[in-house]
Structure formats: C-alpha cells, structure tokens
C-alpha cells in the first residue's frame, strides 16, 4: 500500500541549532514530493517541492533548505534554526488519484 | 495568480444542527478543488475533490460541496454535525493543466467548533 512517513513527530530545538525533519514514500516511485509549513492563523505554506531526485524548487526564501538524495526520501534542513523557524512541518505527495497525502506532522518549536 | 480565501476562521455550531464553511477561488485558468480535515496535531485528510463532471461532490463522513464555477466558489456542507467533526477544515485549488495537477494553494482553514 502506498503510505508516507515523516519523523519526528515533535522536535524541541534551541535557536541556532541544526534542523533535520525526514520524509519517505512507500507503494510509490517517483512521487512528486512537499514541504509545507502550518503557523497559527497563516493556513499552509509550501516550502519546497520536488519531482525527482535532486530536483529541488523552493517556494519561499527562508532560513530553511530541501535535498531529495533518494526518489522516495525528502529531508528539510537548516544549519541554524530562528524561533521564526517555529510550526507544525507537512510533508506531502501528490497521488495518481490527483489527492495530496500528508504525512502525520512534525512539531518544531524553537527556544 | 490563483488564491483561495475560505471566508470564516471559525465557525461554532451545535451539535446535529448543519454547517457551511465557505471557500471562494481565482483563477484564470480551469482548476481542480479540495476540501481537507486536520484533527490537532495530525496531518491533513482528504475529505472530498473536484476534478470535473458533477458540481456536486460527495466526500467521506457525511460531508459534500458543490462546484459554482460562475461564483467561483466550493462550499462545504454537512446537514448535520456531531462532536467528532470538531477540526480545523482546509481549502484547496490546484490548476488543471490540461489533465495534470499543479501545485496545490490552501487557504487558511477554518476552526469549526462542534458544541452539545
């Protein structure tokens, strides 16, 4: 069956640390893949997306970059995070079904 | 440019009783439409799509919306809630290129509140 997962699923991190969130598809090959960002009251945020590996278009300029090393792999990364760097992180792939899917979340709160 | 705006950041309702949440688009080009459901803390679930045909469209638990393409406009309905559907409910465009899905644009979701 085709599922996607995403970890952690909450993540503490000091201002100035290293951000890795990981995302991988299963059932699938050569998904379109997505990051999204969700912060209170601004809806959803598409950060990055991907059509194959190594193919990385980034949506909005930030503190935050994307690499696709595998076909079904999607990793979101920062060397240093800001507290504005705070939300809750969606990944997403788009089904043949023409439906995203969205991974369970991951919940980042910069301190 | 697409955008959608979903019209109400919150809506409180009484259990049983039955709800809209509106959703409004544009766009200048043919579009696909979704609604999705996010419970706290979890990722988003596809309640219903559009892609052609009925303007009518059927999701899963008890929810459909209806297509107005001169309104530009997919609203969400369910004639009666129940304290689960407490969520926050998300509207979606992707533009329809010719059969393939563009990137999707959300709104910016809106909290319904289901009280006894």
């Known amino acids: 069956s085709q599922t996607i997962h995403q970890w952690p699923a909450t993540l503490v991190q000091p201002v100035g640390s290293p951000l890795s969130l990981e995302c991988t598809v299963e059932?699938?090959?050569?998904?379109?893949l997505y990051w999204y960002r969700q912060a209170a009251g601004r809806g959803l945020q598409l950060l990055f997306y991907?059509?194959?590996?190594?193919?990385i278009s980034s949506e909005v300029p930030q503190n935050l970059s994307a690499s696709r090393p595998q076909d079904r792999q999607f990793i979101l990364s920062s060397k240093k995070l800001l507290l504005s760097d705070s939300g809750f992180y969606l990944c997403a792939w788009i089904r043949a079904d023409y439906g995203y899917t969205f991974g369970s979340g991951t919940r980042l709160t910069v301190v | 440019a697409q955008s959608v705006t979903q019209l109400d950041s919150q809506v409180p309702v009484f259990e049983e009783a039955p709800v809209e949440l509106r959703c409004n688009y544009s766009s200048s080009v043919s579009v696909y439409l979704f609604w999705y459901v996010q419970y706290p803390n979890q990722g988003l679930q596809l309640l219903l799509k559009y892609l052609s045909g009925s303007t009518l469209v059927k999701g899963i638990n008890g929810f459909e919306a209806e297509f107005n393409k001169s309104q530009t406009s997919f609203h969400l309905r369910k004639p009666s809630v129940h304290i689960s559907d407490t969520a926050e409910y998300f509207c979606a465009v992707g533009m329809n290129y010719g059969g393939s899905q563009g990137n999707l644009i959300f709104g910016k979701g809106t909290k319904l509140s289901v009280k006894p």
């Open positions: 991907s059509v194959g590996i190594g193919q």
């Open positions: 059932g699938t090959s050569n998904p379109n």
